[in-house]
Nanobody, 126 residues
Framework: QLQLVESGGGLVQHGGSLRLSCAAS????????VAWFRQAPGKEREGASC????????NYAGSVKGRFTISRDNAKNTVYLQMNSLKPEDTAIYYC???????????????????WGQGTQVTVSS
């Protein structure tokens, strides 16, 4: 059974850090493009970052560039999102998503991905 499971969300103060994990079963993430999306209340789901399969090339949305880092541990079949200098506007449910493709497009949209996790809540207090 193909499954993505996010973890690591929580409540953090403005300026703090969190590391999200996306653990996969039933698919080998190094052969997939994997993205982190987020959705705040009343807003559309938006892409934050993605990492290409094989090459590990990364892309970031302008709003998180320089603060977030996406990475992959092939041995653990897990993709991470290290989030630093968090702001209240980063508050959202964060989802990981995967697609059997070599590359990830810088302009990430949900329809590009067909495997999704259940999401993890990130709340940044001011």
């Amino acid at each position: 059974q193909l499954q993505l499971v996010e973890s690591g969300g929580g409540l953090v103060q403005h300026g703090g850090s969190l590391r999200l994990s996306c653990a996969a079963s039933g698919l080998t993430l190094r052969y997939y493009a994997v993205a982190w999306f987020r959705q705040a209340p009343g807003k559309e789901r938006e892409g934050a970052s993605c990492i290409s399969g094989i090459s590990g090339t990364t892309n970031y949305a302008g709003s998180v560039k320089g603060r977030f880092t996406i990475s992959r541990d092939n041995a653990k079949n897990t993709v991470y999102l290290q989030m630093n200098s968090l702001k209240p506007e980063d508050t959202a449910i964060y989802y990981c998503a995967a697609v059997a493709a070599a590359g990830c497009i810088a302009t990430m949209t949900p329809d590009q991905y067909n495997y999704w996790g259940q999401g993890t809540q990130v709340t940044v207090s001011s």
